[in-house]
């Protein structure tokens, strides 16, 4: 009673946004509130539950996001019978409080929408039971204090110098896929980002579960001058393999890298913003909507536009998968002014190599 979707084109249909503006009286029913009488610490208050969500082009996650009149949080609705959110666990009116890392119940409704569409097809959730969830809001809990400080791999590039790449690799004897890094104090490695004692998980964008010590240092020769690691602390590394998810790029802290997405604030002067769009095949694949013919001393070189940048973004939401046209519409919807996400072409084939999807490139 009282729902309504407050947007009408979702560009995946792996999520739903509803507010509802009316009390619902079904809420509450099957799950009743927690009534604080004596447990005025907390005792017996769940823990945060996290779920790895991987689906395909053709499903959706299973599960709507709520924002209801009456009752806070980001609210898991409607999860659908069979769907992706059932079979790894979510339950109706968990609240969800985490996205890849990311706090969010703070965040406004919407734009943890977006963080979502943007994962593309695997998405890390950290949900907290209806229940424990108002009990720890009543205390004045909070809720970033459930979680874990950081959960995100590192993904590093590496230049080699003189000395090498600046790190070392161990692994016990007789083992695959078990490698451990010794890392150089202001080494290639260490100005990277890649911290000591951590564990190799990918190499140039493949799992090196599978790979023998003497595998893994061919590759590394193969690699040349630059190499890409996607290495977890011991800490990191635990949280996931004791929760069976498997670490992804997808999920990485991204900062160290060199490749960075940047956002363009265009207002439109007399001559216009200037610059063109044009269609065409990416680097890494696709269809994409690309920077042409950038005029001198007009707001689109001002701003910091570059010939052969691609448009990952529109105002804030993903244009993947949508056409010229439609793209075109999303540029000219705000009369006077745009702000884009764009990418360089070095940039764009680097986070396709790795394993970041178009989706997933607007959450960088």
């Known amino acids: 009673a009282g729902a309504r979707p407050s947007c009408t084109n979702m560009a995946s249909p792996a999520l739903c946004l509803f507010r509802k503006f009316e009390f619902n009286p079904k809420v509450g029913i099957d799950n009743p509130a927690l009534t604080l009488t004596e447990d005025t610490d907390g005792e017996g208050m769940g823990e945060p539950r996290f779920y790895l969500l991987t689906k395909d082009n053709t499903e959706t ?46 965040m406004d409704h919407l734009r943890v929408v977006q963080k979502i569409k943007a994962s593309g097809n695997q998405v890390l959730l950290a949900v907290l039971d209806g229940d424990s969830y108002e009990a720890a809001k009543s205390l004045g809990r909070d809720l970033s204090q459930m979680l874990p400080d950081d959960i995100r791999p590192r993904l590093c590039h590496v230049t080699r110098d003189k000395s090498g790449f600046g790190f070392s690799v161990s692994c016990p004897e007789g083992t695959k896929g078990t490698f451990q890094l010794s890392v150089l104090q202001d080494g290639p490695a260490d100005r990277a980002g890649v911290p000591p004692g951590c564990w190799l998980l990918e190499l140039n964008g493949d799992s090196v579960k599978s790979y023998s010590h003497t595998q893994l240092t061919k590759k590394l020769k193969q690699s040349g001058n630059k190499v890409t690691l996607l290495v977890a602390s011991s800490a990191v590394e635990e949280f996931y393999r004791l929760r069976g998810l ?109 394993g970041f999807g178009g989706m997933a490139l607007p959450c960088l």
């Open 246 to 354: 498997r670490v992804t790029a997808a999920l990485a802290d991204t900062s160290w890298l060199p490749f960075k997405v940047r956002e363009l604030h265009l207002v439109k002067g007399p001559a216009g913003y200037g610059f063109l769009l044009k269609e065409d095949d990416c680097s890494s694949g696709g269809i994409g909507q690309f920077l042409w013919d950038v005029d001198v001393g007009l707001p689109a070189e001002q701003a910091g536009m570059k010939e052969g940048d691609r448009v990952l973004a529109v105002n804030g939401e993903s244009i993947e998968g949508l056409d010229h046209e439609q793209t075109v519409h999303r540029i000219r919807a705000r009369e006077d002014q745009v702000t884009l996400l764009v990418i360089d072409p070095a940039g764009d084939e680097f986070y396709h190599s790795v």
């Open 61 to 106: 996650f299973g599960f709507c996001l709520h924002e209801e009149l009456g009752c806070q949080g980001h609210v898991i609705r409607q999860i659908e019978l069979g769907g992706v959110a059932q079979r790894r666990g979510l339950q109706d009116g968990d609240r969800l409080l985490q996205v890849n890392g990311h706090f969010v119940d703070h």
